[in-house]
């Protein structure tokens, strides 16, 4: 039984996955955004915000972690010197899984995964806020019965 097991094996071997999910975390890195399916978006998401976690505090033993993980120093060195800075006051969810639609060959569900402060279109969306207004019609309608029983009273002059 699988119970509690919530780790997705994606059809490779332990050796291939972790190979796998570096390239994946490497390119997100350097990149920003990229396009793979929904199952590895998810699994990368689990593989690449603890990393990003971990390059918030830049110390030397950090770096050799993410190293250990990624095996690329020009990623790592984007991670710390430029990503880690800009999620500095981001407590968690680095990471955005957008989905796409069906990929035509196979129809496996494809999406982006993006780093959050990175899509400056997402950021201007989400600054505008948007609020509801009454319509004209209900605003007025109570003017004009003001107006309507200013003249039906009479004025004492």
Known sequence: MRHKKSF??????ASHRKAMLSNMAISLIMHKRITTTLAKAKELKKFV????????????NSRRVVFSYLQNK???TELFKEIS????????GYTRIIKLGT?????????????????EN?????????????????VDAPAAEVAATEEATPTAE
């Open 49 to 60: 915000e603890p990393l990003i976690t971990k390059s918030k505090d830049d110390t030397t």
């Open 85 to 92: 800075v800009k999620v500095a006051e981001r407590p968690g």
């Open 122 to 138: 997402m950021a201007k969306t989400a600054a505008k806020k948007t609020r509801r207004r009454r319509s004209t019609k209900k």
């Open 74 to 76: 020009e990623a790592v």
């Open 103 to 119: 990929r035509p060959g196979d129809a496996a569900e494809m999406c982006f995964i993006e780093l959050v402060d990175y899509n």
């Open 8 to 13: 997705n094996h994606l059809g490779r071997t």
